[in-house]
């Protein structure tokens, strides 16, 4: 399970606040995805970057905002914008694009 | 885009029966198909995946179909355990695309 890492595992947040929600790998991969996982709708993509300063949004990329400066490091921001926040956060990597993901712990935001 | 649809959403066996869980998918341009298991509480992983060029693959007890034509790929798990209990998520990619898009999961009970 090793080599993708999430922070923190629990997350609460205010309305109107900003939160960073941090992910990282040292598994030399090129390509870093976020995924948003509801109850009952699977993974959603919501911004992923196939190499350094590089990132295309996915289908919810609304009220989030993402980075990647550094190829280990690809974090995700949760706007005041996002009108549903609260749900569980998954981090993966991949060599490629079309190449087996690895996906982090997760974090659980909620919003209070 | 892609559409991958996932049936059943929930799926229960006896132990030592055989489970089966199908997925459609919209894109004629998709060429991999993974398969993830989550369980209660973990992080996504891979349990097996394929490529558009061979129509099946199997390890031990688990296999996976690929019906182009048809568009849809199927998982089976042969002589089900209590241990395979989890959530199951299909997916596909085109590939001319780097979105991969998720079906919704079944969750699949093996009743000792």
């Known amino acids: 399970d090793g080599g993708i890492t999430q922070s923190p595992k629990y997350l609460f947040r205010k309305e109107g606040q900003n939160v960073t929600l941090s992910c990282e790998q040292n598994?030399?991969?090129?390509?870093m995805y976020w995924y948003r996982q509801d109850p009952g709708q699977g993974l959603r993509l919501i911004y992923y970057?196939?190499?350094?300063?590089?990132?295309q949004k996915g289908d919810i990329a609304e009220g989030y905002s993402v980075s990647r400066e550094k190829k280990e490091s690809f974090p995700l921001t949760v706007t005041s914008a996002q009108k549903n926040p609260t749900a569980f956060y998954l981090c993966?990597?991949?060599?490629?694009?079309?190449?087996?993901?690895?996906f982090g712990p997760g974090t659980r935001l909620t919003v209070l | 885009g892609e559409n991958v649809e996932q049936h059943p959403s929930t799926l229960s066996v006896q132990e030592g029966d055989s489970a089966v869980i199908k997925c459609t998918y919209s894109?004629?341009?998709?060429?991999?198909f993974p398969w993830y298991k989550q369980e209660l509480g973990k992080r996504p992983q891979l349990i097996i995946d394929?490529?558009?060029?061979?129509g099946e693959k199997k390890d031990q007890r688990i296999a996976v179909t690929l019906n182009k034509t048809a568009k849809h790929f199927s998982l089976h798990i042969t002589e089900t355990q209590p241990e395979d209990s989890a959530v199951y998520f299909c997916?596909?990619?085109?590939?001319?695309?780097?979105?991969?898009?998720f079906g919704a999961g079944t969750r699949l009970t093996v009743k000792p």
């Open positions: 993966a990597s991949s060599i490629g694009t079309h190449n087996e993901q690895f």
């Open positions: 598994l030399n991969h090129d390509a």
């Open positions: 970057s196939q190499i350094v300063n590089d990132f």
């Open positions: 894109d004629s341009a998709s060429n991999y």
């Open positions: 394929i490529r558009s060029n061979v």
């Open positions: 997916a596909a990619i085109p590939y001319n695309n780097n979105d991969m898009r």
